[in-house]
Each structure stands twice: as structure tokens, then as C-alpha cells.
């Protein structure tokens, strides 16, 4: 059974820096490109970051490049997201999953991940 579980959220000021992990189960991770995606209330899911099956290839929003860096632990079964210089979008819930097709390369697409972990919230607050 396939399982990812998201953890490291919280409230941060802005400026300051969070680390996310996403633990993954249920299958091999290494075999697989991870996904970074958020959704703000009321706006639709976004791509962040995502990052290929052996970390060699990266992508990123635009809005979060220079910020966020994306990495991997296939041994530990772990993906980790880490935000820099927080601001106040950033605000919102990060979820990470599977890709569905492509496993040595990636796109922060969400419609082109499968399997989804339950969420971490993210606030950036003064």
C-alpha cells in the first residue's frame, strides 16, 4: 500500500525557514520522481518542486526558486522540501506525491502525480 506522510509544517515569520519531509511506504522510492504542491484556501493546487527518482534533476515554480531547494534520502525512504525566506504566500497546505509516469526527470505538474500524502500546514505570519 502506497503511503506518503508530510511533516515540518508550521508557523514561521516572515523570512524565516521551515524543512518538510515526505516519508514514503509502500513501495520503492527510489524508482520514483516526488512532487512538492500546495494549496492556499481558495486557489487551486500548485506545482512547487518536484525532483527525479536518483535527485540529479530539479524543477521549481518560479515563485519559489532562489527559496526552496528540493532533495532526497532514498535509503531513510524520505524527500525533503527546504523553504527559505518565507513570506506571507507561501501560506498554505504542502502535500508531496508519486509521479505517474516519469521517473529520471520531472515536472511539478499535478496532474501528472498519482499517489498524494494528507498535507502539512504552512503559516507565515507576523
Known amino acids: 500500500q502506497v503511503q506518503l506522510v508530510e511533516s515540518g509544517g508550521g508557523l514561521v515569520q516572515p523570512g524565516g525557514s521551515l524543512r518538510l519531509s515526505c516519508a514514503a511506504s509502500?513501495?520503492?522510492?527510489?524508482?520514483?520522481?516526488i512532487g512538492w504542491f500546495r494549496q492556499a484556501p481558495g486557489k487551486e493546487r500548485e506545482g512547487v518542486s518536484c525532483?527525479?527518482?536518483?535527485?540529479?534533476?530539479?524543477d521549481f515554480a518560479n515563485s519559489v526558486k532562489g527559496r526552496f531547494t528540493i532533495s532526497r534520502h532514498n535509503a531513510k525512504n524520505t524527500v525533503y522540501l527546504q523553504m527559505n525566506s518565507l513570506q506571507f504566500e507561501d501560506t498554505a497546505v504542502y502535500y508531496c506525491a508519486t509521479a505517474r509516469r516519469f521517473s529520471n526527470w520531472c515536472k511539478p505538474s499535478p496532474d501528472e502525480y498519482d499517489y498524494w500524502g494528507q498535507g502539512t500546514q504552512v503559516t507565515v505570519s507576523s
Open positions: 525532483i527525479s527518482n536518483d535527485g540529479t534533476t530539479s
Open positions: 509502500g513501495f520503492t522510492l527510489a524508482y520514483k520522481a
